[in-house]
């Protein structure tokens, strides 16, 4: 029988007046497979240190890490009857284990605390055989493990903090890190009150639910000192999954506080009126492969199974054949129980990046639309809907899992629009163009320049996305010329000035439309909206394009193109031959050289065409046209058999 080296490593570092053991590394610290190591007391691992376990290490203390660590084999134990909280933290943002295991099992047992910002990387198997593994507030573990389910568990438990909205009539979708009861989640014994996460970190209270009139959750109870004495409410009538379906609304499913929930399914949730109202999450934390078969046309509402940030586009990626962007609900500031009040909508993300949802700019708390974009990184507990394009199974598996905190890098929860922004690619540019409607919605379209990406002018699944909620007035992309379909991320290869965009508008009311550029990222060149009818190119980088159209469908009219051709479209003849002027109530058009003009539209700087004449007053060298019309600029557009000029007049 083999038998393993036994090595115990004790050090006392001597300081006046004071003893304190602890044990440090400054150099390479190199435990051999087979090979068992105790400390005893607290470990730190130096800036300078690189701590490699291959063996089996127990700590009875704390682990403290500002060097480097790597594991390609054996198992990091954190055992103690003595120590009731043993803690892992340090400078370092990630520690690498390869078999980690919790097992704090003393009369007045606590477990171990992993500090903020700091995420546990195990190649392996988690086992949490007594004693609970608490992550405090942007902790998090990533298992990197191919295939099933590895963890083993026993009494323990893994705790992880999330924020939900603030709004008692807004929805958060949620999905939960952990499971509770037989594999699966229910809010009864797998959600707590997190309000007073930092003084009862290992203790949070179970939250509670009402139901009835006026529908709404209530914070909790606080004493003077921070301490929960009544948890939370949650109303329960707001409680839904939407497992794959195609019936739209009607696909909503209700449950109730002891529902069971698959891993990787989402349910929506509203708030409790509290800024950032703090919840736990506690069970047998999930890990390894997922799936959920689907349909052409279902949706579901999915999301994150994991307690780690999942990284969007290797689960896009992964999917391609089954869903090719994701969708994030985003309460718009609703103010009413009433779905027809429901303020909100569908922010998407794609391989080319994310736009905001269509809502009120500035409304609810939540700012600028810009705001609230979709980034590449997925926060822990949050749920989204997926569309499918084909038939076959929604996959989750570690490979999509990756270590991201919320408020330092582009990760997604959406309880708040305070995300800062991280270097992207810096070879790929970006457009953002906006366009709201008389009623103050506002929509953003995304265009996205990607060298590195297979995507060119035509369709190109996972890059181009479309409107998943579109409203009666709407601007978007068209792609091979399919007016059916409304897209609002189109992603192509390298950027060429010579491209150009076809827009789509529709317009269901009267009023100003404005088509403005929100944003541009790694992108110089000026950005024109070419009015094909007109004739003319607005610089979109200089100013907004405000329109005041009949409503109708505009699918021929706009691009964004990015030269101004004006010059190009002028006939030379047409150019040297041809004038128009205003004078005393008229428009004269002079023809000497009687070039066949087809017909005269003239039309206002808001894009309302006000005359359209066909008649025999064309043929004459000098066409005098009655205008008695508000002062200001006008459009004077002469189509003839040797093309198109547009002339600025000014009455």
Known sequence: ????????????????????SQITNEGTLQIEPSTVVYFENEYTNQATGIHNNDGDLYFNSSFINDGLTASSSGTTFFKSAVNNILTIGGAKD???????????????????????NLGLVVANKLNLVSGDLRLAAEAQVVQTHTGANL?????????????????????NYWSSPVNNISGSFSLNGGLYDGADASINTFSPQQVLFNSGA????????????????????INDRWLYIYPQSDLGYNGWQKIDKNTLITPGLGFSMKGTGVLNQNYVFKGVPNNGDYSFPILTGETIISGNPYPSAIDANKLIQDNLSVFDNIQFWVDGGSNSHILSDYQGGYSVYNLTGGVAPSIINAIGGLGSSSGIIPKRYIGVAQGFAIEAIGDGNIIFKNSQRTFKVEDLVNSNFYKSSNYKASK????????????????????????????????DLDLNLGYDACINDPREDELFYIIENDVSKKYIIQGVGAYSDTYEFP????ISQTGTHTINLDAVENFTDTVYIEDTVLNTYYNLSNSNLSLNLPPGNYYDRFKVVFKSGEALNVESSIENNMHVFYKTDNIIITNQKSISINDVLIFNMLGEKIIDIKNERLKEKQIHIPFNYTQGMYLVII????????FKIIN
Do not use: W
């Open 1 to 20: 029988m083999n038998t393993k080296d036994l090595i115990f490593l004790t050090f006392c570092v001597l300081i006046p007046k004071a003893i304190f």
């Open 94 to 116: 990630s520690i690498q284990f390869y078999n980690l295991e919790v097992n704090v099992y003393g009369a007045s047992k606590k477990g171990v605390y992993v500090n903020n």
């Open 151 to 171: 963890n083993t568990n026993g009494t323990g438990k893994l705790l992880r903090d999330q924020q939900g909205t603030t709004n008692v009539y807004g929805y």
């Open 214 to 233: 006026p529908y709404n959750g209530v914070p909790s109870v606080l004493d003077g000192s921070g301490n929960v004495t009544t948890p939370l409410y």
């Open 424 to 455: 992207g690619n810096e070879t790929n540019s970006f457009i953002r163009i906006g366009y709201e409607d008389p009623e103050l919605f506002h929509r953003q379209l995304l265009l996205g320049f990607l060298p590195d990406s297979p995507a």
């Open 503 to 506: 827009l789509g508008l529709i």
């Open 639 to 646: 189509n003839s058999n040797q093309g198109s000029k547009t």
